[in-house]
């Protein structure tokens, strides 16, 4: 009775790429701000929320969504709660990376942010789930649910550690690519815990939130001008090994001014 790939390999794929691309500018904020200080650090790492949050898991969700279908009913979503669940994805992404910055790369902050992080991104998955009206009960299978929701705590937990050791291109793409499969494996597992039975004239039209149609226009409008400031943003500004260099300059430049400063007060200073 359900049909999680309704359009074909259209949307899991397509979902799975926009999560590798959005978890990929995540990682590269999340390196800025291993460099930056003070406001600016905390800056770089807001931005990796919201591209890895947003991006990276929320729009995953929604477009693997579209796919999702129970034969011979209407999928409704009810924009309030589709909303939620993406500033939820994107507070507890911000949560667990701000855990990580504070108590650094060892194992209890990873444990405590991977925990708190893993079930932020379940409880998004699941309210993102409670915003789909189909006009039918929706049941999901307990174990199922345990599962995904273990899978989204060991998803988050190596996205973290990911956040905190991504250093160059290469490591870049194979951390995203691999948060992407995570991000997806935790999506379809959650889905795959979902129970429709559908009895002939059972099904209603559901009478709350909008079309998939409706929805689908200010979702592409709105990702597509957050996804250009966020790769404006990044692309303008100096890359991590940039920075750090620059940070090594003014280093370097502080220590010569020091000892310039030395020189001047040694000369002015009476020779007995």
């Not at 590798?20 to 003070?38: I, N, S």
């Not at 174990?143 to 290469?170: C, E, F």
Request: positive net charge; aromatic residues 6%; proline residues 3%.
């Amino acid at each position: 009775m359900i049909d999680h790939f309704a359009l074909g390999w259209v949307t899991p794929v397509l979902s799975f790429l926009l999560s590798c691309a959005g978890c990929a500018v995540g990682l590269t904020c999340t390196a800025r701000a291993r460099v930056a200080r003070g406001s600016a650090s905390t800056g770089w790492l807001a931005l990796g929320a919201i591209s890895i949050g947003g991006t990276g898991i929320w729009v995953m969700h929604f477009v693997a969504m579209l796919g999702f279908h129970v034969r011979g009913a209407e999928t409704r979503f009810d924009v309030g709660l589709t909303i939620a669940s993406g500033v939820l994805a994107i507070a507890v992404v911000g949560l667990g990376l701000f855990i990580v910055r504070a108590a650094g790369v060892g194992p209890f902050a990873l444990l405590a942010g991977g925990i708190v992080t893993g079930l932020g991104i379940s409880a998004m998955h699941y309210l993102g789930m409670r915003a789909v009206h189909v006009g039918v009960e929706i049941t999901y299978a307990p174990a199922t649910v345990v599962l995904s929701v273990a899978v989204g705590v060991v998803a988050a937990t190596a996205g973290l550690w990911l956040s905190a050791r991504v250093h160059n291109i290469a490591a870049g793409a194979g951390a995203a690519i691999i948060m992407g499969i995570a991000v997806s494996g935790m999506h379809y597992t959650g889905m795959s815990a979902m129970q429709a039975e559908v009895v002939r004239g059972a099904v209603a039209t559901p009478d709350v939130g909008v079309s998939v149609g409706a929805l689908l226009g200010p979702l592409i409008i709105g990702v597509t001008l957050s996804t250009i400031l966020l790769l404006l943003v990044v692309g303008l500004a100096p890359s991590a090994a940039e920075m750090e260099a620059q940070e090594k300059f003014k280093g370097w430049q502080g220590r010569q001014d020091e000892l310039q400063r030395e020189r001047v007060s040694a000369r002015r200073s009476p020779l007995r």
